[in-house]
């Protein structure tokens, strides 16, 4: 068994056993392999383990990539998106986790509306207040939301936050519990267009305490394809 199958094989044991601790069904989380910076015939060995959702954090790199490996799997973009790029998703990604203006939301809208196409899309929300992270305040997530809700061309799905780095995957929980909160309150709102069915949130480091905590979708990369070169 090759080294990326055996992770894979581990990885699954993991979301089953986080998953039954809190009385979840372990098939309503997602895994999505984090393909940055990994060559595609070591993404197309995940693909032939299994996996069936890649995410990338550059247009660029992705583009390259999606020629090569084509869309047998679902491919997300989960890293920061420049209204000037906008113009490239729609050939590319089933999923946007990273929405967070009203000017983003609306470019992607422009271009869904020509294609005549639904672009869905996650909104990404900063809850450390880390200014190295983007994503839209706390405070201010549900007035970002019910704006996008008229949008015609774009369908928001749910949530999505990236944490402060730290060794101690307990420390995330926090961030993690208070999203899910959020996801349960913008439910309640009814909003039209708007379905709340995801949280995407987890990484290798603490991806078990994102489950424990309602994440539907978990970005593994490390665990997977092992450490990145510097």
Excluded at 19 to 31: E, F, N, S, T, Y
Excluded at 92 to 109: K, M, Y
Excluded at 184 to 211: L, Q, T, Y
Aim: aromatic fraction near 4%.
């Amino acid at each position: 068994m090759s080294d990326i199958a055996e992770n894979l094989e581990n990885i699954r044991g993991r979301i089953r056993s986080a998953a039954k601790r809190v009385g979840r069904d372990p098939h309503d989380i997602k895994l999505i392999a984090v393909t940055k910076t990994i060559e595609p015939f070591r993404i197309k060995e995940a693909i032939s383990c299994g996996v069936t959702i890649c995410g990338e954090n550059r247009i660029q790199e992705a583009k390259e990539k999606i020629g090569e490996i084509g869309h047998s799997v679902r491919w997300h973009l989960i890293g920061h998106l420049q209204r000037n790029k906008v113009k490239y998703i729609f050939d590319l990604f089933d999923l946007i986790h990273s929405v967070d203006t009203l000017p983003l939301a609306r470019e992607i809208n422009k271009d869904a509306q020509k294609r005549k196409k639904i672009m869905e899309v996650l909104i990404q929300t900063n809850l450390s207040g880390e200014e190295s992270k983007h994503g839209v305040d706390a405070k201010n997530t549900l007035d970002l939301i019910k704006e996008i809700s008229l949008l015609k061309n774009i369908s928001i799905q749910g949530l999505m936050t990236i944490t402060p780095f730290s060794e101690n995957p307990e420390d995330s929980r926090i961030y993690y519990r208070q999203l899910r909160d959020m996801k349960e309150e913008i439910k309640r709102e009814g909003i039209e267009g708007v379905i709340m069915k995801e949280i995407s949130m987890g990484m290798s480091g603490d991806f078990e305490v994102a489950i424990e905590e309602g994440a539907t979708l978990i970005r593994v990369g490390t665990a997977i394809f092992g450490e990145r070169p510097n």
